[in-house]
């Protein structure tokens, strides 16, 4: 990672896979174990604005602000909360066809990428697209990040799940882990909460193993311990894979 603050950006250009839901439950855990943590709205939706509204003033703190203005105020808010000794920045982004120039600033600032994505056939469709650009971003081609894929509103589609698979090995792209389709990722978000906090439910319970993932793959990461993704060459088609895959690679 550069510097001591882990960055992650959290990206995808199709709407509704559930960014806010990773960006905002990322927040949380690495706030609860003590961290100091700066959330980036991106977005001009401002998703995690309104999250942030709803926290409780007693819960871990999450420093939630905007920045979807310009690429030059977000790369100032970077250096700002590093300056304040921010450990972990987490950027929420929509895709570069929104905002090329804000996309990119982010893209740089970031140490790894998670693109959390659906598992029906449209959004299959755009994530392989989203991720292909991401893999041949000349931001990326110069210098390669780690880059995870996350299963948000997992359901039992098999077969929508084992061709994204396919695609995504021929990158070396991994699937961490799969959220699934509850509803308590919405009642943590009308709360201001992440599921890690809701000790009290029983399907919030359920979903710490997901998470643990997500941290472990970021820990691992961080401490460079795993070979990056290579990056593909704009044009170049990518081969069949093979059919095996771990989920955490």
């Not at 755009?126 to 359901?155: C, E, S, W």
């Not at 959220?179 to 919030?204: C, H």
Request: aromatic share 4%; with cysteine; hydrophobic share 40%.
């Amino acid at each position: 990672m550069s510097g001591t603050t882990k960055k992650i950006l959290v990206a995808n250009s199709k709407g509704g896979c559930g960014k806010t839901t990773i960006a905002t439950n990322l927040a949380v855990a690495f706030a609860n174990q003590g961290l100091k943590v700066s959330l980036l709205d991106c977005d001009r939706q401002a998703s995690c604005l309104h999250w942030a509204e709803e926290r409780d003033a007693q819960a871990p703190n999450v420093k939630t602000v905007a920045n979807y203005h310009s690429a030059d105020k977000l790369a100032e808010q970077i250096v700002h909360e590093q300056d304040n000794d921010s450990d972990v920045i987490i950027m929420d982004v929509t895709g570069r066809h929104t905002d090329a120039s804000l996309f990119e600033e982010a893209l740089k600032a970031s140490d790894l990428v998670l693109i959390p994505m659906l598992a029906s056939s449209l959004d299959i469709k755009a994530g392989k697209r989203f991720v292909a650009d991401l893999m041949t971003h000349r931001v990326m081609r110069a210098t390669p990040r780690p880059i995870g894929v996350i299963y948000n509103r997992a359901q039992n589609n098999s077969a929508n799940k084992q061709r994204l698979e396919d695609f995504l090995r021929c990158l070396g792209v991994p699937v961490i882990t799969e959220i699934k389709d509850s509803p308590v990722y919405v009642n943590a978000v009308e709360a201001g909460a992440g599921v890690i906090e809701m000790r009290e439910n029983a399907a919030a319970n359920k979903e710490y193993p997901a998470w643990r993932d997500i941290m472990l793959w970021i820990d691992r990461r961080a401490s460079g311990r795993r070979e990056l993704p290579r990056p593909i060459q704009a044009g170049r088609k990518t081969t069949r894979a093979n059919p095996k895959q771990a989920r955490i690679s």
